[in-house]
């Protein structure tokens, strides 16, 4: 790949040459992304590719979109930012936190702006969690998960249309259904029925809740019926893309099923882990590549960076929002 200098007309064998960076003022997102195509350099650089390749996605109707993210930014208010974006996507893949986080503040659950560095032993005496620079009292998260759950459940329970057996998705669906908070994301995936898949449910809150609730219920969870469908899904599309916040269980599970076709066409990874223990958090999308996750000649970017930066400036830069 070579670019040429306009200033002086010589040609680099390396690439298109760097830009200066200029802002103006009540300069739009768009724009700025606009001014920063030429930035070259560092994370900057690949953010900027990460949006190109997004909007590519977007606009190719043929491709089957997944959305996968961990539950710690649920905590956060780019909780607000994922419930928003979920009628452009056709799956979430996400982990069992998600559930415990987004049905706990759909139903007033307060957190707080708090700090790395506070005395975890005086929060413990005074009840309250932290999750990073996250404050949340007992009764905001786990109260409010349990009496909500037992309502909601109560009332799949008691309905004409019981299972006795759900898959993971479909028992989201169901509480998708009877949530009333549009800022959910539960409630959002339901309304423009989008399927989230949480191969991770068991794992939090709404896990215990949900065994709690099977002891003495006749309900039964059937974790194998969404791989069944997850492995349909990707056979039935050519094209597959994919947004992927953060590692772990529901970014594996996007780049797993999708080696079965060949591997993703389009794909981003907004991540902070390094690669240099081995982890998948930490796994750069070229590593997925090598196994057949996504194929040699998909688009695809890995961005180093905090996605309650990096993510709302993504989507403000996409026409789509």
């Known amino acids: 790949m070579s670019g040429k ?27 700025l992304i606009k001014e920063m195509e030429g930035i070259g350099g560092f994370s900057a650089q690949h953010m900027v590719d990460g949006i190109r390749i997004l909007e590519e996605m977007f606009a190719d109707k043929s491709a089957y979109k997944f959305l996968s993210f961990p539950a710690d930014i649920i905590a956060t208010g780019i909780r607000g930012v994922i419930a928003d974006s979920v009628k ?4 979430i893949i996400t982990t069992g936190g998600t559930l415990d986080h987004d049905i706990a503040r759909a139903y007033g659950g307060v957190y707080s702006k708090g700090s790395f560095y506070a005395d975890d032993s005086e929060l ?35 309905s004409k ?12 669906y169901e509480f998708g259904k009877r949530m009333k908070d549009e800022g959910s994301i539960v ?39 969404d791989e069944l469908e997850l492995s349909n899904t990707i056979f039935d599309n050519k094209v597959t893309g994919a947004l992927m916040v953060g590692g772990g269980i529901s970014k594996h599970h996007v780049i797993w099923w999708n080696q079965f076709k060949g591997g993703l066409d389009y794909a981003v990874y907004i991540t902070t882990a390094t690669q240099f223990d081995g982890s998948l958090s930490g796994a750069r999308l070229s590593e997925a590549v090598s196994w057949g996750k996504i194929k040699e000649k998909a688009k695809y970017t890995t ?9 709302p400036i993504m989507f403000s830069a996409l026409d789509i929002f």
């Open 5 to 31: 200098d306009s200033s002086t007309g010589r040609t680099s064998p390396l690439g298109k040459p760097i830009k200066d960076v200029r802002l103006r003022a009540s300069m739009k997102v768009s724009d």
């Open 88 to 91: 452009h996507f056709n799956a």
């Open 124 to 158: 413990h005496k005074a009840g309250v969690y932290r999750l990073g620079n996250v404050f949340i009292e007992k009764d905001e998260y786990g109260l409010k998960l349990e009496k909500s759950f037992n309502t909601i459940m109560e009332d799949i329970y008691s």
């Open 161 to 172: 249309d019981y299972k006795k057996e759900y898959s993971a998705s479909e028992l989201i």
């Open 187 to 225: 409630r959002q995936a339901y309304l423009h029925n989008v399927k989230i898949y949480d191969p991770g449910i068991l794992d939090g809150a709404f896990g215990t809740q949900l065994s709690i609730f099977a002891q003495d219920h006749d309900f039964k969870l059937n974790l194998i019926k």
């Open 303 to 311: 961005i180093d960076g905090d996605a309650t930066i990096v993510l």
